[in-house]
């Protein structure tokens, strides 16, 4: 059967599966929203214990259609995959896999972010198997019959058994990571027909928003719980899929299918002005979108030039008005945030990876110290006290928090005595302060050469290391495109630099406006997106452009050079 045509208001059969496909800014939430009243209002399976499971992919993308639902929003389950799964399904049942896994389950609390660890890695046999400790984090789960198994990205032997004597020193602590959750679920569902009972009894609706972004367990978790009883609906863009890095895979959307299916398209735009959405036409061909709004604006631009002068210039081009930057790197993101200059050959690395001191209690205290304070300059408060308050002395009766929150505004207030210098002025100043067990750095006298680490310690600018933080769930102004996935901004510039280590590359970097290859090309897609978040205005920066290049891109957008 074809694709019929829906609009972000129509309304569809609620008892059959369906998958809706719409390019970017087509009302896609807003159908999920109206839908989830829909159902709400005119099903007849659900009540306080049967509810709709309503997956999105961030936890901003949870708080967008909690919001939007208002008092709905009882008899919704809204959660990211990660979340559902694991308060539904890992949880309550991991006992029924721990003895297979050697889990704790008893000690699990919530899922974590696989953090590499040397100490386990070196008691496996996989340095012997000539695996490198950056490939550590391309570990992924993959299903190979009833049952998953590990596995490295760009690798191609097994090397499942090594892994999982690695991953059973984590669990045997009841550290689970975020893609076990997946893996875990997978398996106790598959392993216990009771528990999908349960699952499908308490969810008669299952819709996923973002689905192109979905990993193949995740793909398969739902097809089983579709077997019977239940409704699915998939909503998503395949030219969005952002995330193959994780296990996303592109073609998953097309082929995803469960029986009797019905088929849905949108092709408005309600989100840009007729300017942006033909430039976004130009680079995607399997939707054409329109303005059903016809709203008129200002031509795209294309600046070139250095990205802080860029952004100062856009400012002022729009009488200061808000605008919003979008990079692909974390490493510019914060760059830009924090006013700073980076250079192309810089690479991204987590500030874990960073930060060099040999002195594993040393370094975890100013790890912890230097994300709570780049946290709290954000306002995510909470983050910053859970980062800090593990360190301090308790002197409190709130596990160190109410600590952690008066150093957390002495540092913030004292910002600039310390941002731009070296580590050693906060590694004294935090010392000084008597709330935490820093192990002393020896310093050099007279004639005698410094050590390493005093070196290191005074030669490294404190504002350098702190672009190695990440902000997991980052609202601000100036963030990665990743971030900024299902929002829209009034003013946009898009970053475009060479990626993670190299060099501008025109051919390759700008390619995407040049020769667009959307099914092909993950960072083609990544630029996509970020173009298609613009509501009035789009910029798109870059550091040198070529004749050739000027002249295919005058046809879409103005070129301006910042001197
Ligand atoms: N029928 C409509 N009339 C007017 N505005 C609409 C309509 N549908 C959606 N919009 C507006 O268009 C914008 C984009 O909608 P929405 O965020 O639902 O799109 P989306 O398809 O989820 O986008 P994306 O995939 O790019 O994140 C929002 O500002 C929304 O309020």
Not at 225 to 230: M, R, T, V
Not at 266 to 279: F, P
Not at 479 to 497: D, L, P, Q, Y
Request: aromatic share 10%; net charge positive; proline share 2%.
């Amino acid at each position: 059967m074809g694709m019929q045509l829906v609009k972000s208001d129509s309304k569809i059969d609620i008892e059959k599966h369906f998958k809706i496909t719409a390019g970017p800014g087509a009302g896609k939430t807003k159908f999920l929203i109206n839908h989830l009243k829909n159902v709400l209002h005119n099903s007849t399976r659900l009540g306080r214990s049967r509810k709709i499971a309503c997956i999105t992919y961030t936890n901003v993308g949870v708080e967008t259609i909690v919001q939007r639902l208002g008092d709905d929003v009882d008899y919704v389950e809204v959660s990211t995959i990660h979340s559902f799964l694991f308060t539904h399904i890992v949880k309550p049942y991991l006992h029924l896999i721990s003895g297979k896994y050697e889990i704790n389950h008893l000690k699990v609390d919530s899922p974590y972010e696989h953090i590499f660890s040397n100490g386990y890695f070196r008691k496996t046999d996989l340095s012997m198997k000539n695996i490198q400790e950056q490939e550590m984090k391309k570990i992924f789960w993959f299903i190979e019959g009833d049952s998953c198994k590990l596995h490295i990205r760009d690798r191609k032997s097994d090397f499942h058994k090594s892994l999982l004597k690695y991953k059973k020193m984590f669990w045997e602590k009841g550290i689970i990571h975020y893609e076990d959750v997946l893996a875990f679920a997978w398996e106790i569902l598959n392993s216990s027909t009771e528990t999908l009972r349960i699952i499908r009894s308490k969810f008669p609706y299952f819709f996923i928003d973002e689905f192109q972004d979905t990993n193949p367990i995740q793909a398969k978790i739902v097809k089983l719980i579709a077997e019977k009883e239940i409704v699915v609906g998939v909503i998503g863009d395949k030219a969005q899929s952002i995330y193959e890095f994780q296990g996303a895979d592109v073609k998953q959307f097309d082929n995803f299918t469960l029986p009797e299916m019905v088929l849905y398209k949108m092709e408005d735009n309600h989100r840009s002005t007729e300017s942006i959405i033909n430039l976004l036409n130009g680079i995607r061909k399997d939707i054409i979108q329109r303005s059903p709004d016809k709203i008129v604006g200002n031509s795209p631009c294309i600046i070139v030039g250095d990205p802080l002068r860029a952004l100062k210039y856009v400012q002022e081009v729009l009488d200061n008005e808000e605008v919003t930057t979008l990079s692909y790197s974390n490493l510019m993101a914060n760059s830009v945030r924090n006013n700073k200059d980076y250079k192309d050959e810089q690479k991204w690395m987590l500030i874990d990876e960073a930060f060099v001191d040999s002195n594993p209690d040393r370094r975890k205290v100013l790890i912890s110290v230097i994300k709570s304070i780049e946290y709290a300059r954000l306002n995510h408060y909470k983050d910053a006290i859970k980062e800090l308050s593990r360190h301090v002395r308790l002197t409190d009766d709130h596990n160190g928090q109410k600590t952690a929150l008066i150093l957390i505004k002495m540092l913030l207030n004292e910002y600039s005595d310390f941002s731009d210098k070296s580590l050693w002025t906060i590694y004294c100043k935090l010392n000084e302060t008597g709330f935490f067990n820093i192990p002393k750095i020896r310093e050099s006298k007279g004639d005698k050469a410094p050590s390493l680490i005093e070196e290191y310690y005074k030669n490294t600018i404190y504002s350098s290391i702190a672009l190695h933080v990440k902000i997991t769930e980052d609202d601000s102004l100036h963030r990665t495109i990743h971030k900024a996935k299902g929002s829209e901004f009034n003013n946009v510039m898009v970053i475009v630099k060479g990626k993670d280590g190299h060099k501008y590359n025109e051919e390759r970097d700008l390619s995407f406006l040049l020769k667009p290859d959307i099914d092909g090309n993950e960072d083609h897609r990544v630029n996509y997106v970020a173009c298609s978040r613009a509501k009035k205005n789009l910029y798109i920066c870059v550091p040198g452009i070529s004749e050739k290049a000027k002249n295919v891109l005058s046809k879409m957008c103005l070129i301006h050079y910042i001197q």
